[in-house]
């Protein structure tokens, strides 16, 4: 069963693990900041410097996050969390009363249970470095993904989700979108494209049901000018940096009956 890691073990660990530059470039991406200001001048790990990335990225430009992400809404379930990141959302399933689990690289594991822990809260952690996770099958009520940092995750781990969520289960997943404003705006569409649209994240899982992809998430410094005069909440659904998957698995009964149709 996942090992929990205890605070004084990731401590002599989390040196070893990732340097400062590499937690400094995770801490922005978390923030959803372009650049680390000084609240982030703290000591790596510590709680200080946890509470300053979830001041920012819960803050003003992430209010819609605790909604689409549903972090009340599963108390007492099961719920699989994936990912390249720190932690900042999952923990908030952990404080609604969710059994957690996070499965992330090797090198991630004592970050994110360190963002667990110094809120009282506990996590089960499972390595994702073979892309399989050590956990049965119809296992999870809820994976709540996060593949913000790598494009290609999704289409790794599709077949896992599958295989993991129980039947009526749903998956939440946050993924880079290809058409935000700062590419649409500097027109450069010929480029090579590595990122998702809402059709392409929408096809992701085709047997699954009830399937919705919504676009979120732009600072109100990334509109230029000329643009400002949309609102910004239009201006997100648009074209923001960040498109979100809920889609449920199908109930085995449908998914059989469509099979012998």
């Given amino acids: 069963f996942p090992r929990l890691l205890d605070i004084a073990e990731q401590a002599d660990q ?4 990732m340097d400062i530059a590499e937690l400094r470039d995770f801490a922005k991406a978390e923030a959803l900041v372009p ?3 000084s609240s982030f001048n703290l000591i790596p790990l510590t709680e200080g410097w946890f509470r300053a990335i979830e001041e920012k990225r819960h803050g003003r430009h992430g209010e819609w996050l605790p909604r689409h992400l ?3 809404r599963h108390q007492r379930e099961r719920v699989l969390c994936i990912g390249p990141c720190l932690g900042t ?3 908030n399933y952990a404080l609604n009363g969710a059994e957690v689990t996070v499965a992330a690289e090797s090198r991630l594991l004592e970050p994110i249970l360190m963002n667990f822990q110094w809120r009282g809260l506990t996590a089960s ?3 994702a470095d073979s892309g399989i996770l050590a956990m049965p ?3 999870a ?3 709540a993904a996060n593949w913000m940092l790598d494009d290609e995750a999704p289409s790794r781990w599709a077949s896992e989700v599958k295989r993991l969520l129980k039947p009526g289960g749903k998956i939440l997943a946050l993924v880079r979108a290809e058409w935000n404003l700062r590419r649409i705006t500097r027109l450069r569409w010929w480029t090579a494209r590595s990122a998702w649209t809402r059709a392409g994240l929408a096809r992701l899982l085709p047997d699954f049901q009830e399937v919705r992809v919504r676009q979120r998430q732009l600072r109100r410094s990334e509109v230029p000018g000329i643009l400002r005069f949309i609102p910004m ?3 997100e659904r648009m074209a923001g940096n960040a498109l979100i998957l809920k889609a449920f698995k199908p109930l085995a009964g449908r998914e059989e009956a469509r099979i012998a149709a």
């Fill in 233 to 235: 909440p239009l201006l």
């Fill in 137 to 139: 099958d119809e296992s």
């Fill in 141 to 143: 009520d809820v994976i």
């Fill in 70 to 72: 549903e972090f009340n």
């Fill in 89 to 91: 959302d999952w923990v």
């Fill in 14 to 17: 989390r040196s070893a693990q």
């Fill in 125 to 127: 952690a499972l390595s």
């Fill in 35 to 37: 650049h680390l200001g």
